[in-house]
């Protein structure tokens, strides 16, 4: 009976220090933390982070919503703005909005898979690309402008988290449609099982306890319908996702969050 419990001690150590380690892993794709000069992770992790995904929106959702409220304490909030997306860009290295770029590259300028696939492999920025970066910035400043600082902090993090544990689930139900050398990042990420995601997606609710009004929560029903867009979307073109197609997911389905919540803090202050 000692021997069975102290394997199963000895296992659930195991798994807690696996888990840990692709924690670390996720933290370091996602963004440019040097975690890399304390901890050595090994490659195989990086396959696992698709789990630990959204719980990385704590971090860049903090990073963005807290230099946001504090520089509007001493700044217009304009500036403010400005200042929480220059944050967010230096603290995830613009992972996301090249792979937004990329999606509007391939997407626009593409006809086929092939085409399309071949244009959003090339490093170079078109038309597509920088018109839609230059739009969602654009539209990500006037939706961060548009809130009051005191309430933003909750909200900002809430977008975050909530917009990667969509894209996270959305890209678990596809395939990878490039082989693994030709990813970016040279990893190809490994299925993860429905019940681990309702825990992580648990954890991505706390933010939504502090939003000012229950009623902002109804900001998940267009950002859930924007993922299943996406997905039936990546699917007929392509016939599954890619890095690219990743990137650009959490920052449309995150500009629609701030839409749902927009539209319903306008309702909340002509009603009251």
Not at 14 to 34: G, H
Not at 197 to 219: H, N, Q, R, Y
Request: hydrophobic letters at 55%.
């Amino acid at each position: 009976m000692s021997v069975l419990c102290g394997w199963n001690l000895k296992s659930k150590i195991i798994k807690s220090k696996i888990s840990m380690r692709s924690l670390l892993a996720a933290v370091m794709m996602f963004t440019r933390l040097p975690l890399w000069r304390l901890v050595n992770v090994d490659k195989r992790y990086f396959a696992d982070v698709i789990k630990f995904w959204p719980l990385v929106g704590f971090l860049t959702g903090a990073t963005t919503g807290g230099v946001l409220w504090l520089a509007a304490q001493v700044l217009p909030l304009g500036v403010a703005c400005v200042l929480a997306i220059i944050a967010r860009i230096l603290l995830t290295g613009a992972l996301h909005e090249d792979g937004l770029a990329d999606f509007f590259d391939g997407f626009g300028g593409g006809t086929s898979k092939e085409k399309i696939l071949a244009i959003m492999k090339d490093s170079h920025i078109g038309c597509y690309g920088t018109i839609g970066l230059v739009l969602y910035f654009m539209l990500y400043y006037a939706l961060l402008s548009s809130f009051d600082p005191a309430m933003i902090f909750p909200i900002v993090i809430a977008a975050d988290c909530f917009s990667k544990l969509c894209t996270a689930v959305m890209i678990n139900t596809l395939s990878y449609v490039r082989k693994e050398e030709e990813s970016k990042t040279k990893v190809i990420y490994s299925k993860v099982r429905i019940l681990i995601f309702v825990l992580v997606g648990a954890i991505t609710m706390i933010p939504f306890f502090f939003l000012k009004d229950a009623s902002f929560c109804w900001a998940v029903v267009p950002a859930i319908l924007a993922a299943v867009a996406l997905r039936f979307f990546f699917k007929a073109k392509i016939g599954g996702y890619t890095g690219d197609c990743c990137g650009a997911s959490v920052l449309i389905i995150e500009q629609v969050f701030y839409l749902g919540v927009l539209v319903i803090w306008c309702r909340y202050q002509f009603l009251f």
